[in-house]
């Protein structure tokens, strides 16, 4: 079946980089994606990747794929205040709608 | 204007009751969900809906229908509700093919008592 893991935390400190990794199991995944969720929020697309890509950058965002291995990365640099949030990575496979990881509460220290 | 919508925000109700979320997207898009986020933060995907058809339905009890009186809403409605039903449910949406970016409503947290 499908699986995506992450680790349920990661505390870096302000203006440095963060770095949130995924694995996941499904090898027809076509799209994977990162979202965001702030507290009492709801799910924020920040990007996404299609399969056939090893690398996406957008502003302070970059994002790897090893498709090889099945890890997805994001990284989020001179991370801010405002970056403290739970990071979600999904996956698309073979069938409809997004399997999510557990997600990355992701902790900024001053 | 909000792309993907949901009402109501919140929803307090006693077990036993039955309840409805609404969902609006205005995005145009083919395939409409709804997902259920527990306490842990853990999101699962219960429905989706292409062109009025259930494509997907997972081991989701049969006290939750889906209705979708045309392409651009999804409804969700519960009946007999139960504790364990209390969580973050999410409305979503995305363009054909099923691909590219999911958009998501802001969400509907319910809470039974």
């Known amino acids: 079946g499908e699986d995506v893991e992450q680790s349920l935390f990661l505390s870096v400190r302000e203006g440095d980089s963060s770095v949130i990794n995924c694995t996941y199991t499904?090898?027809?995944?076509?799209?994977l994606y990162w979202y965001k969720q702030e507290p009492g929020a709801g799910l924020q697309l920040l990007t996404y990747?299609?399969?056939?890509?090893d690398m996406k950058q957008d502003q302070r965002l970059t994002v790897l794929l090893n498709k090889k291995d099945k890890h997805l990365s994001l990284r989020i640099a001179d991370t801010q205040t405002g970056d403290s949030a739970i990071y979600f990575c999904?996956?698309?496979?073979?069938?409809?709608?997004?399997?999510f990881g557990k997600g990355t509460h992701l902790i900024i220290q001053p | 204007d909000t792309a993907v919508s949901q009402t109501p925000k919140y929803l307090v109700t006693q077990m036993g009751n039955d309840k409805s979320i609404k969902c609006e997207q205005n995005?145009?898009?083919?395939?409409m969900y709804w997902y259920k986020q527990d306490s842990k933060k853990f999101l699962k995907i219960m429905f989706s809906?292409?062109?009025?058809?259930?494509?997907i339905n997972e081991t989701v009890p049969n006290r939750f229908s889906p209705k979708s009186p045309d392409k651009a809403h999804l409804n969700l409605h519960i009946n007999s509700l139960e504790l364990g039903d209390s969580a973050v449910y999410f409305c979503?949406?995305?363009?054909?093919?099923?691909?590219?970016?999911?958009?998501f409503g802001s969400g509907t947290r319910l809470t039974v008592v």
């Open positions: 499904d090898s027809s995944s076509t799209y």
């Open positions: 979503a949406s995305s363009p054909p093919p099923a691909g590219g970016g999911y958009t």
């Open positions: 809906y292409n062109n009025k058809e259930l494509i």
């Open positions: 990747i299609f399969s056939n890509m």
């Open positions: 995005l145009g898009h083919d395939t």
């Open positions: 999904a996956e698309k496979g073979g069938a409809d709608g997004l399997t």
